[in-house]
């Protein structure tokens, strides 16, 4: 809203929500954005370290308060691989590299580019998200075009793992060390994909070779013994 307010009244106005009794915020589901839609969000944002790293989490999933500890060392652009360090969020990681995509090659360069290390803070990502939708509704509106959907900026992070998703077909467990979170997350971050059984029916029905289904008792099966397995796999790194 302070984003909206910047962006179309005079700065020293008064902020009509101030005072205003704050609610509880009900969990919002994860959701994922089109490629397409990524990229209008993204082009319409001025260069800056905010946009570098909402750029790095659309490009790798690699979430903001990974990126605020990256320092040059850890980032290897000729090796294609940057190099996460521990985290204890949750039932927690070990540090290690990650392979990256082209895309996410590109995005990283701008990172360093801009001199990224450290990051910025949560507000001013937030802000540089919502001034980059804002900035591509008023494109979309001069060209009479529909409004872009209710965004914020960890849909990036779900966004990509939907598409790593779609991609790999159905491997969750892929999805889940890719975003470095336990196979149950994957299975929530990817709620926007489509379900890989339905996929293999439209591409029946349009003449295409349909692709093999995971079966949908091994996946919850991946989720439910999800602890045995990082916990083995920790021991292994170890």
Same mark, same amino acid.
């Given at each position: ?58 490009? %790798? ?7 605020? &500890? ?35 090659? &590109? ?13 910025? %803070? ?91 289904? &995971? ?24």
């Amino acid at each position: 809203l302070r984003a909206v307010l910047a962006e179309f009244l005079d700065e020293d106005a008064p902020n009509p929500t101030k005072g205003l009794t704050r609610y509880p915020e009900a969990d919002v589901e994860p959701r994922a954005l089109s490629p397409e839609v990524i990229s209008e969000i993204i082009d319409a944002m001025p260069p800056s370290k905010s946009r570098a790293m909402l750029k790095v989490m659309a490009a %790798t999933g690699h979430p903001p308060e990974r990126q605020r &500890k990256l320092v040059p060392l850890h980032v290897q652009l000729e090796q294609r691989r940057v190099f996460l360090v521990s985290r204890k969020k949750g039932k927690g990681t070990s540090g290690r590299w990650y392979a990256l995509t082209t895309e996410g090659v &590109k995005a990283y360069r701008e990172f360093v580019d801009l001199h990224a290390w450290g990051g910025v %803070t949560k507000e001013a990502l937030y802000t540089c998200f919502l001034r980059g939708v804002a900035a591509a509704n008023r494109a979309r509106a001069k060209k009479n075009l529909p409004l872009l959907p209710p965004a914020r900026p960890y849909d990036l992070r779900h966004s990509f793992g939907t598409m790593a998703y779609a991609k790999s077909g159905g491997d969750f467990r892929a999805v889940a060390e890719l975003l470095d979170c336990t196979v149950e997350t994957a299975l929530r971050y990817t709620m926007g994909a489509v379900p890989v059984r339905m996929q293999a029916v439209i591409d029946g029905l349009d003449g295409r070779e349909p692709k093999a289904a &995971k079966p949908r008792s091994r996946m919850k099966r991946m989720a439910s013994q999800d602890g045995t397995v990082r916990k083995s796999e920790q021991n292994h790194v170890g």
